[in-house]
């Protein structure tokens, strides 16, 4: 190896033909704690958030052009694992449901003009739920730590 040159692939980088960058987002990684309130008395919700670690942490406030309204307040049983907004079916506007997964359960809400607790939606609600999604037109997808669980309309 003394004395003997080591060629080193190089290559030119080309600019992005068929890719446009249209947003860029700082990252919240690891969102360590959070609070969604009105703490600066602005009469808009704010979110802020403390990320990071040691010396990268810090406090962020995420302010969003439309002001949030809160719709329903409740307190939840234990910290969540996973928070999910899914439609029935591909034909609705708006989501349907907000899926909460926890430990040992998954709590099923239904959105229309109020946010209420359902127990016939078809998930499984006595297993933590990893992935909730909507697969094809009118199906949803459950996928928890023993299986799928697939449930038509």
Same mark, same amino acid.
């Given at each position: ?14 600019? #992005? ?17 959070? %609070?969604? /309130?009105? !703490? ?14 040691? &010396? ?5 406030? !995420?302010?969003?052009? !439309? ?14 694992? /996973? ?6 079916? =591909? =034909? ?16 099923? #809400?239904?959105? /229309? ?5 359902? &127990?016939?939606? /078809?998930? +499984?609600?006595?297993?933590? &739920?990893?992935? @909730?999604? +909507? !697969?094809?037109?009118?199906?949803? +997808?459950? @996928? %928890? ?9």
């Amino acid at each position: 190896m003394d004395g003997e040159s080591i060629n080193i692939p190089l290559f030119k980088l080309h600019p #992005l033909r068929n890719l446009n960058p249209i947003d860029e987002t700082d990252s919240l990684s690891p969102i360590v704690q959070m %609070h969604v /309130g009105d !703490l600066a008395k602005e009469d808009a919700s704010q979110i802020y958030c403390l990320s990071g670690r040691g &010396t990268r942490s810090s406090l962020r406030v !995420l302010r969003h052009g !439309l002001p949030m309204t809160e719709m329903a307040v409740s307190e939840l049983p234990a910290n969540p694992n /996973g928070v999910w907004t899914v439609k029935r079916s =591909k =034909k609705e506007e708006f989501d349907s449901y907000i899926v909460v997964s926890f430990q040992n359960a998954t709590l099923v #809400l239904s959105i /229309g003009e109020t946010v209420e607790e359902v &127990t016939d939606s /078809g998930f +499984l609600a006595t297993s933590m &739920t990893l992935s @909730v999604s +909507l !697969l094809g037109d009118d199906a949803l +997808l459950q @996928v %928890h730590p023993n299986g799928i669980r697939h449930i038509r309309s």
